[in-house]
């Protein structure tokens, strides 16, 4: 492993942080499954964080929008603990409700921005609509979110997420459910609102030649601890992912961008082919 990639205090990003963790922990039944974890997310900026299976990469996002017990800090930039206006999170395991149609799911994703009592106003829904339409989901606004397949349903609660137009947005694996078009729709449109509206991302992303094409920067997690961080070339590394992962991988350039791919396999010649 590369010590020069090892470290225990997030790179200061410019200017005050759109988001931060301060030696962030988490336990279950006595076991330590996010150990320390300290980062910091720049405004506009996408930080991807990838790891192995039961890394601690989910446990780590619903710490930051208090779904899950934790020790340590999380703050904005102002040194303010997260409100629900402020961090919107795409879970990898929605709750779909019975009896709600697409628009009335994606119009969830409003009220956090209403007062006590308040009734959607024409501007909620004008806002739902414009989600639906650059996802693609107009089409569906009055079907039941129960009769959505799982990549349309996938769709659906990311376009909740667009909607509360939080300036931070937390992805939990988006894109697991999708075809292979349609994860690349929602991340173009991830990053184009990063880009053209300010929105700052922090994506748990189990596909690493994604997350190479769309983060800025990736932070590698193995059991509860960063094990590196920097900028995709730096941390993609084969002999780093594959102590890691398990398993051995490669890492290639292709036209200018970063694939991970499984190592070739060994072929064993049967004794014909030798003869």
């Not at 009769?147 to 376009?159: D, M, R």
């Amino acid at each position: 492993m590369n010590s020069a990639l090892v470290s225990s205090a997030p790179p200061s990003v410019v200017g005050s942080p759109a988001l931060s963790c301060r030696d962030v922990r988490v336990s279950f039944r006595g076991h330590e499954v996010v150990c320390g974890v300290n980062l910091e997310l720049g405004h506009g900026e996408w930080l991807g964080i990838i790891g192995p299976n039961g890394a601690g990469k989910s446990t780590l996002l619903r710490s930051i929008v208090g779904l899950t017990d934790y020790h340590g800090m999380v703050s904005l930039g102002d040194g303010e603990t997260p409100s629900a206006t402020d961090v919107a999170l795409v879970p990898q395991f929605p709750m779909l409700p019975k009896g709600m149609t697409v628009a009335e799911y994606v119009l969830l994703g409003r009220t956090a921005h209403l007062g006590w009592l308040a009734r959607e106003s024409r501007a909620d829904r004008q806002i739902v609509s414009s989600v639906l339409q650059r996802l693609d989901l107009s089409e569906f606004a009055d079907r039941l979110v129960t009769t959505l397949s799982g990549g349309e349903a996938q769709q659906v609660v990311v376009a909740r997420a667009l909607a509360q137009q939080s300036p931070v947005l937390l992805l939990d694996e988006p894109t697991s459910a999708l075809d292979l078009g349609h994860q690349v729709s929602v991340l173009e449109l991830v990053d184009d609102l990063r880009r053209t509206e300010g929105l700052s991302v922090l994506a748990a992303m189990h596909d690493l030649s994604a997350a190479a094409r769309f983060a800025d920067r990736l932070i590698l997690i193995d059991h509860g601890r960063i094990v590196a961080q920097g900028n995709p070339t730096a941390v993609l590394q084969s002999d780093l992912l594959s102590a890691v992962y398990g398993t051995p991988l490669t890492v290639q350039s292709i036209d200018g961008e970063l694939v991970v791919l499984p190592a070739p396999r060994r072929r064993v010649h049967s004794q014909k082919e030798i003869s």
